[in-house]
């Protein structure tokens, strides 16, 4: 055997020590045709079926490597088993988001759709492009969601990858078109950073969906800003549900859509949103508690601006609403400081009253306690209202943008443009 021979088989022998390699090469031509080529080398990486591949020569705490070029996959579907789940442990690692691409094939219509799936934990993926190819799913309505990736485990982790033609069909039609989904009720260690959402189709959907626990830092997501004259699209930038022991949403962006931050099925305990841009969006920050309430949150210098086309439709639109919704719910100890709460591009429109700065409500037999109001810069032309019952609400060092309107709330000066609200 010659030298080189040796190591070559070497290299072959050490493949699940330092990972598995993989090549784009001929992955369209081969998809569903479960074939596998190669070693898994680095000098002799697996090519063929991608499904196949990730099914079937990948074992749990592994390194995938992926190469450049586009990775073409059926999607996970439960119903048509095309994708054999991650298993635990697995890192699925890119050359860049720019150099490697997975991307579903449109050939496999009217199902609901995940690009990359698993129900284990302690995966990560990492710098690649996740092309949901939506397009014509949303010109024909052929399914109710495509959803590009779908992590429900703890300790997963999402990084530096960008989801792209992600598609929603409408409110209502579940599965929501949640983009880069992570976590499940009572699942915590889980993070995504760095990425970035965009190009989404339809009118239901989230740019970064976190149930539990999570780490939530760096990314972008891009929506297209609500049109004027109808009703809301249902697209949300980041929704964190059931966050427990703690989650952090810190210095990340969103442009468009309705709300940037948005919460209403799970409550959340023990949450800080802090350091993001929310930018022409209808709703900054939207803790409407529809079914749990919220304790311990802390909405922290953000900078939010309001999209002001809505020249005919109008609804309930303000930059910061925290509520209740339920009978015996309380919302307790909420810090709101230092944010900037303005128009986009400082535009007012003519408001109907259902527009402005922030709404604090709350029913029949709910409650809003230990509400801290301060430091925070609200355009003076935004109402800022309060709604049913409030227990020990403290406001003070807020300062109006465009005007001067300075009001009074529980013998604490400091809101702008403020209104009680039976």
């Known amino acids: 055997m010659t030298l080189l021979a040796a190591a070559f088989t070497f290299a072959d022998s050490v493949v699940a020590a330092g990972g598995i390699w993989l090549s784009s090469t001929n992955s369209l031509t081969y998809l569903g045709q479960q074939t596998n080529f190669g070693s898994g080398s680095i000098t002799n990486p697996y090519y063929g079926d991608f499904d196949y591949i990730m099914g079937t020569k990948v074992p749990a705490n592994t390194v995938v490597h992926l190469g450049g070029g586009v990775f073409w996959t059926k999607g996970s579907c439960p119903a048509a088993n095309h994708i054999t789940t991650i298993p635990s442990g697995v890192t699925i690692q890119g050359d860049g988001q720019e150099v490697t691409t997975i991307k579903r094939s449109s050939t496999f219509t009217n199902l ?32 109710n969601a495509i959803i590009g990736i779908e992590l429900t485990g703890s300790e997963e982790t999402l990084e530096h990858v960008t989801d792209i033609n992600g598609f929603g069909y409408a409110y209502g039609l579940s599965p929501e ?152 719910q309380t919302n307790l100890n909420i810090v709101v400081d230092g944010n900037i709460v303005r128009y986009y591009k400082d535009v007012p429109f003519t408001s109907d009253g259902c527009q402005g700065g922030m709404y604090i409500y709350g029913g029949p037999n709910q409650l809003n306690k230990n509400l801290t109001i301060i430091n925070n810069q609200i355009d003076a032309r935004m109402p800022v209202e309060l709604g049913g019952n409030i227990s020990n609400l403290y406001a003070t060092g807020n300062i109006p943008l465009n005007g001067t309107n300075f009001a009074v709330a529980n013998e604490n000066p400091g809101l702008t443009n403020f209104v009680l609200v039976p």
């Open 112 to 143: 609901n759709l995940t690009v990359l799936g698993s129900t284990n934990s302690g995966i990560s993926v990492k710098d690649l492009t996740l092309d949901c190819n939506g397009s014509a799913y949303a010109l024909n309505s052929w399914s």
């Open 177 to 328: 078109g949640f983009q880069l989904y992570i976590g499940e009720y009572g699942q915590a260690g889980n993070k995504v950073i760095g990425c970035t959402v965009s190009n989404f189709f339809g009118q239901y959907g989230d740019g970064v969906t976190a149930i539990g626990d999570c780490l939530i830092e760096g990314n972008h997501v891009f929506f297209t800003p609500q049109p004027a004259g109808v009703p809301q699209n249902s697209v949300f930038g980041i929704n964190v549900v059931a966050s427990s022991r703690g989650t952090l949403v810190i210095d990340n962006y969103v442009y468009g859509g309705k709300d940037g931050f948005h919460n209403d099925t799970g409550g959340d305990n023990n949450l800080v949103i802090a350091n993001n841009v929310f930018e022409n969006v209808c709703v900054g920050v939207n803790l409407t508690g529809d079914q749990y309430p919220y304790n311990s949150v802390i909405i922290f210098h953000n900078l939010m601006t309001q999209q002001t086309n809505y020249t005919v439709f109008h609804d309930q639109m303000f930059v910061i609403q925290i509520g209740t919704t339920q009978t015996g």
